[in-house]
């Protein structure tokens, strides 16, 4: 069954670093979103792409935050300087078309010290 | 600002028993929902969704309930079993959105 595959699972990083969270899609979706998940909450939405461009983001994707869709299979989240606040489980979800199920990857865990 | 929210947090069942999440959507705008199972350390996992032409729709041992009038969302589990035990969210998409926007989750604890 195909699959939404994140990497890596696990990072942890010194506050002000660079953090790139990297995802593969599954292959024929169209829509590919990041969310982000503090322990213990809610999952929180933090921007959707489509068609090699943002279609939207959420307050949270401020302009530490970046994606990029840099080939035909990778979808990667960029958060230029990291704060102590974005230590969270990073989920990468993609989908077919605007509606229908959302598949989610299995996270990325960010620890900024 | 509108939102998606639960009405339990932490429901407390014994194995066998049928269980009931809620949850209460306030943005009439939204035309399709999923309820999503998080097991602990893992991503959401799909269960079924419900778009806001149906009332209900079942699944395997699932059945979701959807009341437009008080804008209010149900998951019924049937015959409830240790390996339901998660954390459950319900999921919103407005119309003419891509974006599913969560509520915030209510604890399934099955006892054996």
């Known amino acids: 069954e195909p699959e939404v595959t994140q990497t890596p699972s696990h990072q942890v990083t010194q506050m002000g670093q660079e953090v790139i969270l990297r995802c593969v899609p599954i292959?024929?979706?169209?829509?590919f979103y990041w969310y982000r998940q503090i322990l213990g909450q809610k999952v929180e939405f933090l921007v959707s792409?489509?068609?090699?461009?943002?279609?939207?983001k959420s307050e949270i994707f401020d302009d530490q935050f970046s994606v990029e869709r840099p080939d035909g299979s990778n979808f990667t989240l960029k958060i230029r300087s990291t704060k102590l606040e974005d230590s969270a489980m990073y989920f990468c979800?993609?989908?077919?078309?605007?509606?229908?199920?959302?598949?989610f990857g299995e996270g990325s865990r960010l620890t900024v010290l | 600002g509108e939102s998606v929210g639960l009405h339990l947090p932490t429901l407390s069942v014994q194995e066998g028993d049928n269980s009931i999440i809620n949850c209460a959507y306030s943005?009439?705008?939204?035309?399709?929902f999923i309820w999503y199972k998080q097991e602990s350390g893992k991503g959401p996992q799909f269960i079924i969704d419900?778009?806001?032409?149906?009332d209900k729709r079942q699944g395997q041992r699932v059945t979701v309930l959807l009341n437009k009038t008080v804008k209010h969302l149900s998951l019924q589990i049937a015959a409830t079993q240790p390996g339901d035990s998660a954390v459950y969210f319900c999921?919103?998409?407005?119309?003419?959105?891509?974006?599913?926007?969560f509520g915030k989750g209510t604890m399934l604890l099955v006892s054996p």
């Open positions: 943005n009439s705008a939204s035309d399709y």
């Open positions: 419900i778009r806001s032409n149906m």
């Open positions: 999921a919103e998409n407005l119309v003419g959105y891509s974006t599913l926007t």
């Open positions: 292959s024929n979706h169209l829509y």
């Open positions: 979800a993609s989908r077919r078309g605007s509606t229908g199920e959302l598949f």
């Open positions: 792409f489509y068609n090699n461009e943002i279609s939207e």
